[in-house]
């Protein structure tokens, strides 16, 4: 076990590595640094268990309530991280929590890409085109790691996985999906055919109703943005379409919604 942390206690919000972790709170800078910040003591001791590597770690202990923040400050001193104790006033301005938790971590962003994907051609992929809400990503994130999908495809641009109300939202599957961005249209859905997986466009009008028939085996689901649907260059990519029934007089289903049905309607059809 590591020794006790004997910094001194960051007391100043205007300390150049408290400044640095704001900062990462824009895309701009987590870009820059290929950093992001996490908290949530769930959260937290899910990053750990998948083996995401913690760069710095703020703590507060005034904040600590209970056992469970001490136990993960004590797991974070046996990584490599940089472990630094702060006072409430500098851990506010850290946390976007209304009662901070007391800890709050910056995490490299991992990298993850196309061919890194191991898939056998009996998977899940999830593939969201131009989604522009973190809360619906995260819950995207969230839904797909509830299915054993192998892994979440974004065609860019599209909200950034690491916006601190995605990985909120994702509430700690973000480290259990690998989530890749690409931009080749026409290549990506070529190295989803490669590998036996079968397009799948959400459309609330085309195609089959439950997608009847369309579950079995490798799919990748696509899924469009909130407002406008699946991207001409998208939709030309695919062939085959699922839609969900409204009975009501909604015009449409949140696309987290929709997506999380079809996910579901998915795994049924292989699972059981």
Request: glycine share 8%.
């Amino acid at each position: 076990m590591a020794s006790e942390n004997t910094s001194p206690v960051i007391t100043s919000t205007s300390n150049t590595r408290i400044v640095a972790a704001r900062k990462l709170k824009q895309r701009k800078y987590r870009q820059a640094e290929g950093l992001f910040l996490v908290e949530g003591l769930q959260l937290l001791h899910m990053a750990l268990d998948s083996g995401a590597a913690p760069d710095e770690v703020f703590y507060c202990q005034e904040q600590f309530a209970g056992t469970e923040a001490a136990t993960l400050l004590e797991r974070f001193r046996r990584t490599r991280a940089a472990v630094l104790s702060v006072t409430s006033r500098v851990m506010e301005t850290l946390s976007e929590r209304e009662e901070p938790q007391g800890i709050v971590t910056s995490f490299h962003v991992p990298q993850v890409s196309l061919p890194a994907l191991r898939l056998t051609g009996r998977e899940l992929v999830v593939v969201v085109d131009r989604l522009q809400d973190p809360g619906n990503l995260g819950t995207l994130i969230r839904t797909a790691d509830s299915v054993g999908a192998a892994a979440l495809i974004l065609v860019e641009p599209c909200v950034d996985p690491f916006d601190p109300k995605t990985v909120r939202g994702s509430m700690g599957s973000l480290f259990n999906v690998p989530v890749v961005s690409v931009q080749d249209v026409a290549g990506l859905f070529a190295w989803l055919a490669d590998r036996g997986l079968r397009p799948v466009g959400a459309d609330p009008h085309l195609g089959e109703t439950w997608g009847a028939g369309l579950w079995r085996g490798g799919v990748a689901l696509v899924l469009g943005n909130e407002a406008r649907g699946l991207s001409p260059d998208v939709a030309a990519q695919i062939h085959a379409w699922a839609k969900l029934p409204i009975v009501g007089k909604a015009e449409s289903l949140n696309v987290a919604v929709a997506g999380g049905v079809l996910m579901y309607l998915w795994l049924h059809e292989n699972l059981f």
